[in-house]
């Protein structure tokens, strides 16, 4: 890290987008006292949004099974920020559980990542309940977290205006009319101004049942992508999620048909439950999936927080707050023009 020479610290602040990115953002500015606008195009039920489709879960050792280590350092930085700024957000931990026949995988992703502790079946049975008698054995990383993003959303909308910022639904703007610094959070929409960003395709299924109850993520060992079952309170459960280099936005029935066989294969249970939405979204990335901070004088853009916006927004923000209060830059994530 070094310094630059920075915006103006008491410049007002415009930030592009409501989703995780732009909330976080826009919390941490105008708790540090710089007068905030937020524009989203969307209304308050952000449909517009990647956010509303995301799992939530706050998984930085999971994830390192198939990622860098600065969303390792970043995701561990946010998990800080989401505890001191939601202490209700549950950190219970998550599991890994495999099939017989994906045993070899469900060893490889033990050896990738670190912070699990292995668990026999009476110890997970001990763990979920609802699990009994169902896997040998899993995988059980006791810090990880999950929030539910359309609850924590609103949440954090109503903080930014305790905090006396202004959000701005149905505002669709273009960074050009804006003064003072503006934060360009728009996810895969920024593709005007960066042309590398793509949408990788996340398909999701919520589905209810009263009768499995799991308290914390359940992911399973899937050859091509990470099945998961989150549950949501009401006897609600998300499946996710896809993986797809594809820019549609439909749910395919081979997709639908993995989704609901991982829940089958986590609880039988689940093949009564009452399917209430298919759903999907685009996840900005850039070519290498990592997160970028564009800094261009008093234009900042933030972008490619890719399948981790949920783990990644509250550390970016801080980092963006840095360079305008401090002039600090995070070599690994800012590029200045
Ligand atoms: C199925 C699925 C599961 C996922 N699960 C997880 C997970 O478990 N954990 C995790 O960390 N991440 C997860 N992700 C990834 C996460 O959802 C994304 O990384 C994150 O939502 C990106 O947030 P964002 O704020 O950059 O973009 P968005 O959420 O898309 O927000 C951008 C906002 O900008 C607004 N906007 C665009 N243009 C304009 C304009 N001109 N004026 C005003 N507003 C504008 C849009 O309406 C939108 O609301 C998942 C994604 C998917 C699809």
Not at 160 to 167: H, K, P, R, V
Request: hydrophobic share 40%; aromatic share 8%.
């Amino acid at each position: 890290m070094y310094q630059s020479s920075k915006p103006r610290g008491d410049s007002p602040v415009s930030i592009i987008g409501a989703g995780i990115a732009g909330a976080w953002h826009a919390l941490l500015f105008a708790q540090a006292g710089h007068a905030v606008t937020v524009h989203e195009r969307s209304d308050a039920g952000m449909t517009e949004s990647t956010s509303h489709f995301a799992g939530g879960m706050l998984a930085p050792w999971c994830e390192a099974e198939a990622s860098e280590p600065v969303i390792g350092r970043l995701g561990m930085r946010s998990l800080d920020l989401w505890r001191q700024h939601f202490p209700q957000t549950p950190f219970n931990g998550s599991l890994v559980v495999a099939h017989a026949r994906d045993r070899a995988d469900f060893e490889r992703f033990a050896k990738l990542t670190t912070n699990h502790r292995r668990l026999d079946a009476r110890a997970l049975t001990e763990l979920e309940p609802a699990l009994e008698g169902r896997f040998r054995d899993a995988l059980f990383y006791p810090d990880e977290g999950h929030v539910e993003p359309r609850r924590v959303l609103p949440e954090l909308h109503a903080r930014i205006a305790q905090a006396g910022g202004t959000i701005e639904f149905n505002s669709d703007v273009d960074a050009g009319d804006l003064g003072g610094i503006v934060i360009d959070c728009r996810g895969l929409a920024a593709r005007d101004t960066q042309a590398d960003l793509r949408g990788v395709k996340g398909e999701m299924i919520v589905v209810e049942t009263p009768e499995v109850a799991l308290s914390r993520p359940v992911r399973l060992i899937h050859p091509r992508f990470p099945l998961y079952v989150i549950p949501r309170g009401d006897g609600r459960f998300m499946l996710g999620a896809t993986s797809i280099e594809s820019e549609d936005t439909g749910v395919s029935v081979r997709s639908a048909l993995e989704l609901l066989g991982a829940a089958y294969a986590v609880h039988p249970a689940f093949a009564e439950a009452r399917i209430v939405e298919f759903g999907s979204g685009l996840r900005p990335a850039f070519p290498d999936n990592l997160p970028r901070i564009s800094i261009e004088q008093e234009r900042i853009a933030v972008n490619g927080l890719y399948r981790h916006g949920f783990l990644l927004a509250p550390a970016l923000a801080e980092l963006t707050l840095g360079y305008v209060a401090r002039g600090v830059i995070d070599n690994e994530v800012m590029r200045c023009a």
